[in-house]
């Protein structure tokens, strides 16, 4: 049930997503092309962004009456640095990055080199850098392209393309029986536990996958799945396993099996 505060931060920040600035870096060895008002596409971009901090903040509350905490893998900067990492140039052009991508497009030959523009991130001016940006299959380097594990769209864009949201859908479960793949788990959504990898069951795994024959990764390189692990799962609460996979980012493979459209693990060891 949604409580009233809930309900107050997600209309709040809804409306903080339609009055926050856009913020741009300044290169100042190449023009730099934006629009001076945001387009829709960017209004777009960051209103699902804010959506998101409104729904995990809103989870954030409801789940810490359940005692349920998330462990994700490793961490990024605080909100100036991920503001710096937002935006690439490539031929004077701003592109901004289509948020956390579920499945990671494969790219095609080298663009060049996109610069990341200094910027300010509330500790001293950033360096500006360069990354090398490839093509994208079907989609001209006018609209995106691909750079550093990401999808880059440009801010002039005045409708989000039905091939970028394709991106941020879920990956159903299919086929029958059970089958392996292959990966890494990048985060872990449990019950509180009272020690570290101590996770009690049942728990959802996020898994990055980059290896299943009933995966579609004949166009991904990898996409991220959510796997339930339950008391049934071997290996699932092996707190070796769990430590080397979470610290250390270890490759693992996981047995699954399909509940409806859903990925349920029947086993979980290191990889070979």
Request: a negative charge; proline letters at 6%.
């Amino acid at each position: 049930m949604t409580t009233d505060f809930e309900s107050q931060l997600r209309t709040q920040l809804a409306d903080a997503a339609e009055r926050a600035p856009v913020f741009t870096g300044v290169d100042s060895e190449r023009a730099v092309t934006q629009t001076s008002a945001p387009t829709d596409a960017s209004r777009h971009r960051r209103r699902r962004r804010w959506l998101a901090l409104a729904a995990a903040a809103a989870a954030v509350a409801a789940v810490a009456a359940a005692g349920v905490s998330w462990w994700p893998v490793g961490s990024g900067g605080g909100d100036g640095a991920a503001v710096c990492a937002s935006e690439l140039v490539l031929d004077g052009n701003v592109y901004q990055e289509d948020g956390e991508l579920v499945r990671v497009p494969r790219h095609g030959p080298s663009l060049g080199k996109a610069v990341r523009p200094a910027c300010g991130d509330g500790e001293g001016m950033s360096v500006a850098e360069q990354v090398e940006a490839f093509e994208l299959p079907g989609v001209s380097p006018d609209i995106a392209f691909f750079a550093n594990g990401g999808v880059w769209l440009s801010g002039g864009l005045q409708d989000w393309p039905a091939w970028a949201e394709e991106l941020s859908k879920p990956v159903p479960c299919t086929g029958a029986g059970e089958t392996t793949i292959g990966g890494t788990v990048i985060g872990i959504n449990a019950p509180q536990v009272e020690k570290a990898y101590d996770f009690r069951i049942p728990y959802t795994a996020n898994f990055l996958a980059d290896e299943g024959s009933t995966l579609p990764l004949t166009e991904y390189t990898s996409v991220t799945i959510r796997m339930r692990v339950t008391a049934a799962t071997t290996g699932g609460r092996d707190d070796e396993f769990l430590r080397l996979a979470l610290s250390d980012a270890a490759r693992v493979t996981a047995t699954v099996r399909c509940d409806g459209a859903h990925f349920e693990a029947t086993s979980l060891k290191l990889a070979p």
